[in-house]
């Protein structure tokens, strides 16, 4: 069982995350994140394991293995629901774990994270830059809202629950062999494929 150490995390552990898996799902979702993901491995090289920190039930995931077919597919998630349901697809490795208390087992060349800063602790934020910056060989990927200084937002009704902030610039002062490769941002109201008005940033280690 996943190690539970901060109230956002019993949050999305719970009957919470368990709806957002209801709400997410299909495949103009995975269509959009083709578009997206498209964007951003084309700055990419030699990329053949991929992890996502977060992954719930694997939307990301889905649309990387249809641009990258070979490469080898992790997910680490916290909500059991969305765990068995990404095992059930059969094509990612799944880790049931916190990304906070992640012991990570191994380096992957590309390292993931999208929409699953904002609803860390901020006080468990070092810990989970620093297991992102373990788990990678060679890239970073941070999808995330972005806001230049940190606020915190109401989100569904509940507080402390949405934080926004700048996550690659904190985690690139934080490890200066981080270096900035691309970025960009997918909006809501994109006709095609639209995201959750999104800023990306990928980073490389040097």
Not at 11 to 30: C, H, M, P, T, V
Not at 105 to 117: M, N, S, T, Y
Not at 151 to 157: A, D, L, Q, T
């Amino acid at each position: 069982m996943a190690k539970i150490s901060t109230p956002q995390e019993e949050f999305w552990a719970g009957s919470f995350g368990d709806e957002y898996i209801q709400r997410n799902q299909g495949l103009k979702s995975i269509a959009s994140n083709i578009a997206l993901f498209s964007r951003i491995l084309a700055s990419t090289r030699g990329v053949e394991t991929v992890v996502e920190f977060g992954a719930n039930i694997g939307l990301n995931l889905h649309a990387i293995s249809a641009l990258l077919p070979d490469a080898s597919l992790t997910g680490i998630e916290l909500n059991a629901n969305a765990a068995a349901e990404l095992a059930a697809w059969k094509r990612a490795d799944v880790i049931h774990e916190s990304i906070i208390s992640l012991d990570t087992p191994r380096a992957w060349d590309f390292v993931l994270i999208k929409g699953v800063l904002i609803h860390i602790n901020p006080d468990s934020l070092p810990a989970v830059y620093e297991n992102l910056m373990k788990a990678s060989s060679r890239y970073v990927c941070v999808i995330e809202y972005y806001n230049p200084s940190p606020v915190s937002i109401n989100y569904r009704g509940h507080d402390d629950r949405l934080f926004k902030r700048d996550f690659a610039g904190e985690m690139m002062s934080k490890y200066p062999s981080l270096r900035l490769v691309d970025y960009g941002f997918a909006y809501r109201r994109d006709p095609n494929f639209p995201q959750d008005d999104v800023t990306w940033f990928l980073m490389e280690k040097a």
